[in-house]
Structure formats: C-alpha cells, structure tokens
C-alpha cells in the first residue's frame, strides 16, 4: 500500500520561512518524479515545484527563487522549503509522486500518488 505522509505546514508572517516534508512508503522511490502541488478552495490545483529521478528540478515561475524541493534517498523523504513566503502562497500542498515520463507540473492527472495535504497560511 502506498502512501505519502507530510509534515511541516502550519502559520507564518509573510516574509517567513517553512518546510514541508513528505515521506513515502510502498514504492520504488528512487523511479518517481516527486512534486508539490498546492490548491486554495478558489482555484485549480497548481504544480509548484518537482524533483525527477535524476535530480532534475522544475518550478512553477510564481515560486523560482523563493522555493527549493530536494530529496533524501535514504530516508525516502521530498523536501519543499519554503522561503519569504506571501500571503497569496497559502493554500493545502500537496506531496505527489508520478511514474509518467514527460510529465509536467501543468498537468495534475500525471501524478498517481496523492498525500493528505498540509495547510499552509501565510499571514500578511
């Protein structure tokens, strides 16, 4: 049984740092693409940053420079730290994970796995 458990969400000032952590259990880990999605109860799910299998990153442009996924193989854990945060970045994230080849932070339906998601609330 897969699943993804993620961790760190919760309130900060604008300008504030957080990182959220997500580890996985019940896949080959080290064969998947790893993303953060995020979604506020007004809007579409939004891909803000993934990780490929070979360490290749991408990122959404409302995020470069502020966001930074990583990984840790031996633990199996995504990383999404999170810095001078805005207000317009609350909203539930979401850790994914996708065995699809070209897959693209535009299209949510690449990612299989889906975690929980954490609140995250950026006060101004």
């Known amino acids: 049984q897969v699943q993804l458990v993620e961790s760190g969400g919760g309130s900060v000032q604008a300008g504030g740092s957080l990182r959220l952590s997500c580890t996985a259990s019940?896949?080959?880990?080290?064969?998947?693409?790893w993303a953060w999605f995020r979604q506020t109860q007004n809007k579409e799910r939004e891909g803000v940053a993934a990780?490929?299998?070979?360490?290749?990153?991408a990122y959404a442009d409302s995020v470069k420079g502020r966001f930074i996924i990583s990984k840790d193989k031996t633990t199996n854990t995504v990383y999404l730290q999170m810095n001078s945060l805005k207000p317009e970045d609350s909203a539930t994230y979401y850790c994914?994970?996708?065995?699809?080849?070209?897959?693209?932070?535009?299209?949510?339906?690449?990612?299989?796995?889906w975690s929980q998601g954490t609140e995250v609330t950026v006060a101004s």
């Open positions: 994914v994970a996708s065995w699809v080849v070209g897959w693209s932070l535009a299209n949510p339906a690449d990612f299989h796995y």
């Open positions: 990780i490929d299998s070979d360490g290749t990153t």
């Open positions: 019940g896949l080959n880990y080290k064969s998947y693409c």
